[in-house]
């Protein structure tokens, strides 16, 4: 079914932040948007008030007769749905075309120039900052983001451009429907083995990911990733990192809540970036963002003033509070890679502050996979606060807790393990000088009542 055909689109699973994305695409082409979710939240509620019709129960009543005509109706859904779901079971049995988010988001990179960024971490804030930086410069772009941008309040750009920023999430090998013109790997380490597997299984999701990149386009990756590359002939490759590559910095400078570096190009060099949301893992980031959006086009000067006025992406090292009595932050971190460079980067902003975290594990298998590496990277706080796993999409395992976490911390680090539903009972009872709230769980939820709590002392 191409664009044109589609008069109406179902959301089976409406309310993921890459999903919601999607939506309001087709709203804003003008399409009857309707779907489910199984829980209303603050993004499905403005959702409804975009023109969505959205419903919280399994109910293949609830459809609207809008969306139950085969052949202009496209149903888009998520792979965290059960394949048994009453509601995709009737689209099925009906001859719907049925696509995963990633099938659609692969149509819009063959009808637009796609920008796209991949890698086990990172990628929200560096496809945020790249479409942030092109949005505001001559070229334009739309994107569809993993989080929400704080500079628009949403996760999608819509412009007349023939770019499109893309969040390439390897999750379910996902981002193997993409056409790339461009693309960013941030990272590699090995991720989602409840998918994969193995080890040799995710690498190898990213090498065939790199065979898609068109040709004329290319490749901008991290060095030193632990992958193979496969690219197509005409794909120009570049490497990028903090102080070496072929896109770097030079010159970084992180000084009272400030950083500033010279990005480093075989393109043009341009001096005196700063960083408008200054945290030292960032730099990376921007360097990957900048690398991609200067061969797209953008000048010195447009990338200057899009890292400037960049601010940053919900729950990625997002600060709630932060002055000279309390600091508090919340950051989506779950990978043991992610939680290490979260924590490298706070404990290098903080150097002489007591640093808590309260940490909720995301996923069972994940727990059971890297329980060492997580505690590892807990490690370098001083007080690690955890609550028990988030299961989002499995069901329990025999002996995978938070206590296998726990039990791998550092002799030095003070540790406690609570309820969920405890957390704000245990914020009203003590003092913190630097908190920070990690995970990709529900512990977000509470996030606003705990900085009241905190504000109110």
Known sequence: MEIKDILSVYFVGAGGIGMSAIARYFISRGMVVAGYDKTPSDLTRQLEKEGMLIHYEEDVDAIPQACRQPQSCLVIYTPAIPAEHKELQYFREHGFEIQKRAQVLGTLTKEHKGLCVAGTHGKTTTSTMCAHIMHQSHQDCNAFLG??????????????????????????????????????????????????????????????????????????????????????????????????????????????????????SPIENVAQIELGQPVPINIENAIGAMAMAQLAGCTAEELRYGMKTYGGVDRRFDF????????????????????????????????????????????????????????????????????????????????????????????????????????????????????????????DNYVPEITKILESK
């Open 147 to 264: 989080g929400i941008s704080k500079n628009y309040g949403t996760n999608y750009i819509l412009s007349k451009s023939d770019y499109v920023v893309i969040e390439a999430d390897e999750f379910d090998r996902s981002f193997h429907w993409l056409r790339p013109w461009m693309s960013v790997i941030t990272a590699t380490d090995p991720d989602h083995l409840d998918i994969y597997g193995t080890k040799e299984a995710y690498l190898e999701s990213f090498r065939h990911y790199t065979e898609l990149i068109q040709p004329g386009g290319a490749l901008i990756v991290h060095r030193g990733l632990e992958m193979q590359e496969a690219l197509q002939e005409g794909v120009r490759r570049y490497d990028y990192a903090l102080t070496e590559g072929d896109f770097h910095a030079e010159n970084i400078k992180i000084d009272n809540g400030e950083i500033t570096f010279d990005f480093i």
């Open 320 to 443: 709630k509070i932060k002055n000279d009595k309390i600091v508090f932050l919340s950051d989506y971190a779950h990978h043991p890679k992610e939680i290490w460079h979260s924590a490298r980067s706070i404990r290098e902003l903080y150097r002489n502050r007591k640093i808590t975290a309260i940490f909720q594990p995301h996923l069972y298998t994940r727990t059971r996979d890297f329980y060492r590496e997580f505690a590892e990277a807990l490690s370098q706080l001083d007080e690690v606060v955890l609550t028990e796993i988030y299961p989002a999409r499995e069901l329990p395992i025999e002996g995978v807790t938070s206590q296998l976490i726990y039990d791998n911390l550092a002799p030095g680090v003070k540790k406690e393990i609570i309820r969920k539903d405890d957390v704000l009972d245990f914020v009203k009872s003590r003092n913190f000088d630097v908190l920070i709230v990690l995970g990709a769980g529900d512990l």
